[in-house]
């Protein structure tokens, strides 16, 4: 089986901080490229972060460039994402996806990319 889950979502304040891990199963995730995107209630699925199979070119939505940071352990066969100065507007369900066809200095934060595999997504809500 090939599967990603996402996981360490929950409910923070703002300014919180949160840490979201996708773990890959039936298949070895360093091969290929790594994207977060994220979706509320009655919005478009939108791109937050990504991350290329090299492990070191990655990209970032302006909305969350400086507060995101994506990392990949490929001895866990995980991506991480590290979510600080948590934001009402943040509120979502998030999602990881492996990417393919792409070179390994490559991703897109276009979820209608070549993105062939998705986890099931975790609940991120910021509230006071």
């Known amino acids: 089986q090939l599967q990603l889950v996402e996981s360490g979502g929950g409910l923070v304040q703002p300014g919180g901080s949160l840490r979201l891990s996708c773990a890959a199963s039936?298949?070895?995730?360093?091969?290929?490229?790594v994207g977060w995107f994220r979706q509320a209630p009655g919005n478009e699925r939108e791109g937050v972060s990504c991350?290329?199979?090299?492990?070191?070119?990655?990209k970032y939505a302006g909305s969350v460039k400086g507060r995101f940071t994506i990392s990949r352990d490929n001895t866990k066969n995980t991506v991480y994402l590290q979510i600080d100065s948590l934001e009402p507007e943040d509120t979502a369900v998030y999602y990881c996806?492996?990417?393919?066809?792409?070179?390994?200095?490559?991703?897109?934060?276009?979820?209608?990319?070549?993105?062939?595999?998705w986890g099931q997504g975790t609940q991120v809500t910021v509230t006071s």
């Open positions: 991350i290329a199979s090299n492990g070191i070119s990655t």
């Open positions: 039936g298949f070895y995730l360093d091969r290929y490229a």
């Open positions: 996806a492996r990417g393919w066809d792409l070179n390994s200095a490559m991703c897109t934060l276009n979820p209608n990319g070549r993105y062939d595999v």
